[in-house]
């Protein structure tokens, strides 16, 4: 295998007339096939779409990205039992309410999602199945202690809601081949990028396959309606291509009909009948309507989508159905960063109690980079030494119970930031050691203009998990269907610490194996 560390010679140079005819192909291709983002709302002052007809590329990378092929075939493999463990984790409400209880005080977002559950259950769960679309994400990391230098993968995070790009991240696959097909890329960088070294990406195939099983597992209709999946998604949401690919293959491949519903507009057009079933009438045909098999959050995870408690009841009012929730409640209180520091305990019995299987349970092991607790346990006062001076925060990320993007602090901002925050408040977060990949060099299309230079990368890992939940007494549940769903390759500059497209730090990209 060639070197794993900085590839001097790549991305290849392009002259003008090759760049120009690159992007030509690039801008077309992509807008042809759907890998694209709305521009930002047309209430922005001056915006250029008023009428919300336009779409623009993606960021994109020009070329693929190096990624080491052991390193990526890893975890691809690893992505089952990962499906396992977070299936286990949410099956198992009282280990997860040990977790839960040390947060409740103290976040009152992680309380609210806890609170929905209780309810629930006073009630009564009235649908056993439960469906995860995961994505497992990672860096690469070359561990100096080991002679070999072999490259690993760490985990940086496990996303249990709303895992996105699964559309965009096939299509940049595709681009990529496509691109090499059309002989756009210099014929010097044949060595590196061939088509032998650019993996098959089904990520819209795998994640449209997860929606359909949980459709077709939910049986017949129970108030002689339709049925239909219902996609819950933010009203301002610009990354909707990503959405709509795997909607069209729901459509196309599993004749599954499918309806986007914003999040605000939940009680509005939809109703429980007596068996609890959820029965959405869509605005524009209010004499039809249709039994919802499977709720796909796309939306529900910031606290920015529950702006007063109408919200809440609504979130409530989704999860006391009978349609099958893509995650239920505590599949998505699973994904709290605080879940994936106390698996990743080092000489903890937690692992082993989700993974009976020592081999797996090792090898997911071997995937975790540390991560510490905030609290007064030893090992959190050990890292609270480390978070409040400079020199040793320098390398960790403090991270609170969020998703999305945008919510962490890095480095030498950790002190200051835990400074202003009352002590008692701290457990509420966890330290994390940073991930340090390799720097690679890339050229990122963004908003029309190439930025070229030092690049980061971040693997994500698709997982489709069904599984019924059981009683949690004499009937533990059991897994239905359990598969790896393609993969997702995000690329930053090398300066920028988060990583997210949508948020504009990172870009679509694919790997080129090496
Ligand atoms: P979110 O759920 O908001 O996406 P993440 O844990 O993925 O939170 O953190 C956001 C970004 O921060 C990641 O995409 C990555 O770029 C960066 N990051 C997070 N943890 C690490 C880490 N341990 N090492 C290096 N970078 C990290
Ligand atoms: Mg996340
Ligand atoms: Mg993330």
Same mark, same amino acid.
């Given at each position: 295998?060639?070197?794993?560390t900085i590839?001097p010679?790549?991305p290849?140079?392009?002259n003008? @007339?090759?760049e120009?005819?690159?992007?030509?192909?690039?801008?077309?291709?992509?807008?042809?096939h759907g890998?694209a983002?709305?521009?930002p709302?047309?209430?922005?002052?001056?915006?250029?779409?008023?009428s919300?007809?336009l779409a623009?590329?993606?960021?994109?990378?020009l070329?693929?990205?190096?990624?080491?092929?052991?390193a990526?075939d890893?975890g691809l493999?690893?992505q089952?039992?990962?499906?396992e463990l977070?299936? *286990?984790?949410?099956?198992?409400?009282e280990?997860l309410e040990e %977790?839960?209880?040390?947060l409740?005080?103290?976040? &009152?977002?992680v309380?609210?999602?806890?609170?929905i559950?209780?309810?629930?259950?006073? &009630?009564?769960?009235?649908q056993?199945?439960?469906?995860?679309?995961?994505r497992s994400d990672?860096m690469?990391?070359?561990d100096?202690a080991?002679s070999?230098?072999?490259?690993?993968?760490k985990?940086?995070?496990f996303?249990?809601?709303? /895992?996105?790009?699964?559309?965009?991240?096939?299509?940049?696959? /595709?681009l990529?081949?496509?691109?090499?097909?059309t002989e756009?890329?210099?014929h010097? /960088?044949?060595?590196i990028?061939?088509? *032998?070294?650019?993996p098959?990406?089904r990520?819209?195939e795998g994640?449209a396959?997860g929606?359909a099983?949980?459709?077709?597992?939910y049986?017949?209709?129970?108030?002689?309606?339709?049925?239909?999946?219902l996609?819950?998604?933010?009203?301002? @949401?610009?990354?909707?291509?990503?959405?709509?690919l795997i909607e069209?293959e729901?459509?196309s491949? =599993?004749?599954?009909?499918t309806?986007?519903l914003p999040?605000s507009?939940?009680q509005? =057009?939809t109703?429980?009948d007596?068996s !609890?079933?959820?029965?959405? /009438?869509?605005?524009?045909t209010?004499?039809?309507?249709?039994?919802?098999?499977?709720?796909?959050?796309?939306?529900g995870y &910031?606290p920015? &989508?529950?702006?007063?408690?109408?919200?809440w009841s609504?979130?409530?009012?989704?999860e006391?159905?009978l349609?099958?929730?893509c995650?239920? %409640?505590?599949? =998505?209180l699973a994904?709290?960063?605080?879940?994936?520091q106390?698996?990743?305990?080092? +000489?903890s019995?937690?692992?082993?109690?989700f993974?009976?299987d020592?081999?797996l349970?090792?090898?997911?092991?071997?995937?975790?980079?540390?991560?510490?607790?905030l609290?007064?346990?030893?090992? #959190?006062n050990?890292?609270?030494k480390?978070a409040?001076e400079?020199d040793?925060?320098?390398?960790?990320?403090?991270?609170?119970? !969020?998703?999305? +993007? +945008?919510?962490? $602090?890095y480095r030498r901002a950790i002190p200051?930031?835990?400074?202003?925050?009352?002590?008692?408040?701290?457990?509420?977060?966890?330290?994390?050691?940073?991930?340090?990949?390799?720097?690679l060099?890339?050229? $990122?299309?963004r908003? #029309?203009?190439i930025?070229q230079?030092g690049?980061?990368?971040?693997l994500?890992?698709y997982?489709?998990?069904?599984?019924?939940?059981?009683?949690?007494?004499?009937?533990?549940g059991?897994v239905? @269907?359990?598969?790896?769903a393609g993969?997702?390759l !995000?690329?930053k500059?090398?300066?920028s610490e @988060?990583?997210?497209?949508?948020? #504009?730090? +990172?870009?679509?990209?694919?790997?080129?194996?090496?």
């Amino acid at each position: 295998m060639a070197s794993p560390t900085i590839y001097p010679e790549y991305p290849p140079s392009l002259n003008r @007339e090759q760049e120009t005819f690159l992007l030509a192909e690039l801008k077309d291709w992509t807008i042809a096939h759907g890998l694209a983002v709305r521009p930002p709302p047309s209430f922005i002052p001056g915006s250029q779409d008023p009428s919300g007809v336009l779409a623009t590329t993606a960021p994109v990378t020009l070329f693929p990205s190096p990624f080491p092929r052991d390193a990526f075939d890893r975890g691809l493999q690893i992505q089952t039992a990962y499906n396992e463990l977070y299936a *286990a984790v949410s099956r198992d409400e009282e280990w997860l309410e040990e %977790i839960v209880k040390q947060l409740l005080d103290i976040d &009152d977002f992680v309380a609210k999602l806890w609170e929905i559950h209780a309810k629930v259950k006073a &009630d009564g769960y009235v649908q056993d199945l439960s469906l995860g679309l995961f994505r497992s994400d990672y860096m690469v990391h070359m561990d100096p202690a080991r002679s070999n230098k072999q490259p690993e993968i760490k985990q940086v995070e496990f996303n249990t809601i709303a /895992s996105s790009f699964g559309g965009l991240s096939s299509k940049v696959s /595709s681009l990529h081949k496509y691109l090499l097909s059309t002989e756009a890329y210099p014929h010097s /960088s044949s060595q590196i990028i061939n088509a *032998a070294n650019l993996p098959e990406n089904r990520s819209i195939e795998g994640l449209a396959t997860g929606l359909a099983k949980a459709h077709q597992a939910y049986g017949t209709s129970k108030t002689q309606r339709a049925l239909c999946v219902l996609f819950v998604v933010q009203s301002s @949401e610009r990354n909707v291509f990503d959405q709509r690919l795997i909607e069209y293959e729901l459509n196309s491949a =599993h004749k599954v009909r499918t309806f986007r519903l914003p999040f605000s507009e939940i009680q509005r =057009h939809t109703t429980l009948d007596y068996s !609890r079933a959820l029965i959405y /009438s869509p605005p524009y045909t209010p004499k039809t309507s249709f039994e919802v098999t499977t709720i796909y959050y796309r939306a529900g995870y &910031d606290p920015s &989508d529950y702006p007063d408690a109408e919200a809440w009841s609504s979130r409530l009012h989704l999860e006391r159905s009978l349609a099958i929730k893509c995650p239920s %409640i505590l599949t =998505h209180l699973a994904g709290c960063k605080k879940v994936q520091q106390v698996l990743a305990t080092p +000489g903890s019995p937690h692992l082993s109690r989700f993974l009976r299987d020592e081999k797996l349970a090792s090898s997911v092991l071997r995937t975790f980079a540390p991560i510490y607790p905030l609290d007064t346990s030893d090992a #959190g006062n050990e890292a609270q030494k480390f978070a409040t001076e400079v020199d040793t925060a320098s390398r960790y990320v403090l991270k609170p119970q !969020r998703e999305g +993007g +945008g919510n962490n $602090i890095y480095r030498r901002a950790i002190p200051a930031f835990l400074e202003k925050l009352p002590k008692s408040h701290w457990p509420a977060y966890i330290l994390m050691e940073m991930i340090e990949p390799p720097a690679l060099k890339n050229a $990122i299309l963004r908003n #029309g203009e190439i930025q070229q230079g030092g690049v980061i990368g971040e693997l994500g890992v698709y997982g489709v998990c069904l599984w019924r939940n059981g009683d949690g007494q004499t009937d533990k549940g059991e897994v239905l @269907e359990n598969f790896q769903a393609g993969y997702l390759l !995000r690329t930053k500059g090398d300066k920028s610490e @988060e990583g997210g497209v949508a948020a #504009g730090f +990172g870009a679509m990209d694919s790997c080129c194996l090496i």
